[in-house]
């Protein structure tokens, strides 16, 4: 099993930064990748950046140039660096890693979330 927790949420204004934390326990050697989704109310989750046990990360579009996913793997955590924030950044983000585990491969571990709101 593997326990992940957010942290780094808040109120920020328009063309501010935050930086978001996750810190995996339990399982962490049987994940990879390690990412951020985000939900806004009444829509779907989307994948916002991952980063593999190797070094390698993955952008949704809206994040490309803005944000930056790196990780700390002597502490078990992954961090989301967010500029230039905008309105439709607000958000409750999601910390997810995915089971390379045999028995549950593929399956997901999720974070309860938190909240980013950028207000304009």
């Known amino acids: 099993q593997v326990q992940l927790v957010e942290s780094g949420g808040g109120l920020v204004q328009a063309g501010g930064s935050l930086r978001l934390a996750c810190t995996a326990s339990?399982?962490?050697?049987?994940?990879?990748?390690i990412g951020w989704y985000r939900q806004a109310p009444g829509e779907q989750r989307v994948m916002v950046a991952t980063?593999?046990?190797?070094?390698?990360?993955n952008y949704s579009d809206f994040a490309e140039g803005r944000f930056t996913i790196s990780r700390d793997s002597a502490r078990n955590t992954v961090y989301l660096q967010m500029n230039s924030l905008k309105s439709e950044d607000t958000a409750v983000y999601y910390c997810n890693a995915k089971s390379i585990s045999t028995l549950t491969y593929g399956d997901d571990y999720w974070g309860k979330g938190t909240l980013v709101t950028v207000s304009s």
């Open positions: 980063i593999t046990v190797r070094g390698r990360v």
């Open positions: 339990g399982s962490t050697l049987s994940v990879n990748p």
